[in-house]
T-cell receptor
Framework: DAGVIQSPRHEVTEMGQEVTLRCKPI?????LFWYRQTMMRGLELLIY????????DSGMPEDRFSAKMPNASFSTLKIQPSEPRDSAVYFC???????????FGSGTQLSVL | KQEVTQIPAALSVPEGENLVLNCSFTDSAIYNLQWFRQDPGKGLTSLLL?????REQTSGRLNASLDKSSGRSTLYIAASQPGDSATYLC?????????????FGKGTLLTMNP
């Protein structure tokens, strides 16, 4: 298996633009997580899905952030409009039912100018 | 609210030494604790997972211990090697809430000196 695949690896955009981050989890994994990592706050859970259904989005910072999982092999995290304080590395992770180890993607480095 | 602390934030040691990384958490009602490794520009790789009922887990040169009552875990790395240079993070999940939600420490950046 190729592991968790995220795209793009790097994204540079201007304030106010829409940003879409993409994730393909490991085949057969039932849980998908979106995390954000910054120097100041470390790793924070934004939202997670189980069987494509959002279970907990309490970590989503505000309404500018939205996430979808239209099928078991694809998820998106959208920021609209983006702001400089959204600059961070965004990670997607997945795990299987009953298997507690998380598998992370390589992340998307987002810079909002 | 669960808080996870890792001290020191950075550590530099000569190759070949045995070393210990520390992790502490404020709420002892954990479901499990995991240690991860993160290489620059990469995602996290799970190294060891300790269930709340366990005291330790071992994988190769790595040994993780858990003292739930005192809110502490240690990651022991034996005979350190250049390839061990990375950031090491610990994370806990809580009983009662969603045990799928992990709270992470900010990590210890380990640098091996030749």
């Amino acid at each position: 298996d190729a592991g968790v695949i995220q795209s793009p690896r790097h994204e540079v955009t201007e304030m106010g633009q829409e940003v879409t981050l993409r994730c393909k989890p490991i085949s057969g994994h039932d849980y998908l997580f979106w995390y954000r990592q910054t120097m100041m706050r470390g790793l924070e859970l934004l939202i997670y899905f189980n069987n494509n259904v959002p279970i907990d989005d309490s970590g989503m910072p505000e309404d500018r952030f939205s996430a979808k999982m239209p099928n078991a092999s694809f998820s998106t995290l959208k920021i609209q409009p983006s702001e400089p304080r959204d600059s961070a590395v965004y990670f997607c992770a997945s795990r299987g039912q009953g298997r507690e180890k998380l598998f992370f993607g390589s992340g998307t480095q987002l810079s909002v100018l | 609210k669960q808080e996870v602390t890792q001290i020191p934030a950075a550590l530099s040691v000569p190759e070949g030494e045995n070393l210990v990384l520390n992790c502490s958490f404020t709420d002892s009602a954990i479901y499990n604790l995991q240690w991860f490794r993160q290489d620059p520009g990469k995602g996290l790789t799970s190294l060891l997972l300790i269930q709340s009922s366990q005291r330790e887990q071992t994988s190769g040169r790595l040994n993780a211990s858990l003292d739930k009552s005192s809110g502490r875990s240690t990651l022991y790395i034996a005979a350190s090697q250049p390839g061990d240079s990375a950031t090491y993070l610990c994370a806990v999940s809580l009983v009662g809430g969603s045990n799928y939600k992990l709270t992470f420490g900010k990590g210890t950046l380990l640098t091996m000196n030749p």
